[in-house]
C-alpha cells in the first residue's frame, strides 16, 4: 500500500497549527492578567478579589468559546476584540449566566455578536424582536421583556469607553446572515439532488424526477427553476430538514425557518397522501388507463393524480363491470 503524503502533510500542518493556537492562547491568558493589573502584592485586597472574579470570568469565557467548535471568521474576531478589554470579557459572561439563571434563556456563545448589535440599534423595536426571533437567539413574547433583556445588554455595552461591543452593526448582521443562508440553500439543494438520484428507480414518478433532475442543467433559467422547485416541493418535508440538521447541528441550525424553505415545509404537511383530498377520476381518464393498463408509468401517474390506489381502484371496478356493465 503506498503512503498518502497528502494526507501526511495535512496531518502535520494541522498538528501545528493546533500547537500554534494554543501557545498563542497562554500568551492571551497571561495578558487578561497583565491588562487587568493583576499581581502579587498589587492594589488592596478587595480591588485584588474583584480583579481575579474578572480574570476568572475571562478565562472560563475563552475557555468556553475554544470548546464551541465555532469556525466562523465574523464570530471569531468579534471575540477576539472582546477579548482585549477582559472587564467586558467578565461583563459578557455575567449577562450569559443571568439569562440562564433567572430567565431560563440559553444564549449561545455564536448569538453574542448579533445580540449586541441588534438591541442598541436604531430601528423600531418591533424590528429588533422579529430579528432576534429570526435568527432564534431569544424568542421575547412582548415589549416588556425586551425592555428588559435591553437594559441588561445596555449596561454590558454602553459603559464609558467601552467600544469592543461596536465593531459589528445590524446591517452587517443581516448580510452575515444572508451569506449563511445562500450557504445552507445551496447545501439542501445538493441534498435534495443526492437524494432524488439515489431513490430514483424506486420513485414511482420517476420521469418526472428524472426529467426536472436533467432540466437543472438547462441554459434556460425559467427551465431551470421550475425543476427545482419541482425537486424541492417533493422532497423538502419537516422529515428531511430534521435530518440535516441532526447531521450537522451548527451548520444548519435555524434551517428550519430558512425563508426559502418554509413553504415547501409547510406545503409538505398539508399534502401528504392523508391529508390530501384527490378528484375522482373521468371517464376519459379510465379508458386510457384501461388501454395502457399493463404501463407502471401511467398507473403511477394515474395514482399521483387520483390518489394511491386509484389506479387498481379503477381497473379492479373496470374487471367487475365489464364491457356490458355485468
Do not use: C
Amino acid at each position: 500500500m503506498s503512503i498518502n503524503w497528502g494526507a501526511v502533510e495535512e496531518f502535520f500542518a494541522e498538528r501545528d497549527a493546533k500547537k500554534e493556537r494554543d501557545e498563542q492562547l497562554v500568551l492571551e491568558r497571561e495578558e487578561f492578567l497583565l491588562k487587568l493589573g493583576y499581581s502579587r502584592g498589587g492594589g488592596n485586597s478587595n480591588s485584588n478579589k474583584k480583579i481575579a472574579n474578572a480574570a476568572e470570568k475571562a478565562f472560563i469565557m475563552q475557555d468556553r468559546l475554544d470548546k464551541s467548535g465555532i469556525t466562523d471568521e465574523t464570530t471569531l474576531n468579534w471575540y477576539g476584540n472582546l477579548f482585549t478589554d477582559p472587564i467586558a470579557t467578565a461583563d459578557a459572561h455575567d449577562f450569559i449566566e443571568d439569562q440562564a439563571k433567572n430567565y431560563d434563556r440559553n444564549i449561545n456563545l455564536r448569538d453574542m455578536p448579533a445580540l449586541s448589535a441588534i438591541v442598541p440599534a436604531d430601528i423600531p423595536v418591533k424590528e429588533k424582536i422579529d430579528l432576534l426571533k429570526e435568527f432564534e437567539i431569544v424568542d421575547l413574547t412582548n415589549n416588556e421583556e425586551f425592555y428588559k433583556l435591553a437594559e441588561r445588554v445596555n449596561n454590558m455595552t454602553s459603559q464609558s469607553g467601552r467600544t469592543v461591543f461596536l465593531d459589528i452593526n445590524p446591517e452587517a448582521i443581516q448580510k452575515t446572515d444572508y451569506t449563511a443562508r445562500e450557504k445552507q440553500l445551496d447545501s439542501v439543494r445538493k441534498n435534495v439532488i443526492r437524494t432524488a438520484r439515489a431513490g430514483l428507480d424506486n420513485n414511482p414518478d420517476k420521469i418526472e424526477t428524472l426529467n426536472a433532475l436533467n432540466n437543472l442543467s438547462s441554459s434556460n433559467a425559467g427551465t431551470r427553476d421550475d425543476a427545482e422547485v419541482y425537486l424541492f416541493s417533493r422532497f423538502i418535508t419537516p422529515e428531511f430538514i430534521a435530518s440535516l440538521e441532526e447531521e450537522n447541528e451548527s451548520f444548519y441550525r435555524g434551517l428550519s425557518k430558512h425563508p426559502n424553505l418554509t413553504g415547501y415545509i409547510k406545503e409538505s404537511m398539508v399534502t401528504t397522501p392523508q391529508n390530501k383530498i384527490y378528484p375522482e377520476p373521468s371517464s376519459a381518464d379510465i379508458t386510457l388507463l384501461k388501454q395502457n393498463k399493463n404501463s407502471d408509468v401511467y398507473k403511477n401517474f394515474f395514482d399521483e393524480t387520483y390518489g394511491p390506489g386509484a389506479a387498481d381502484k379503477a381497473l379492479g371496478d373496470t374487471k367487475r363491470t365489464g364491457p356490458s356493465g355485468l
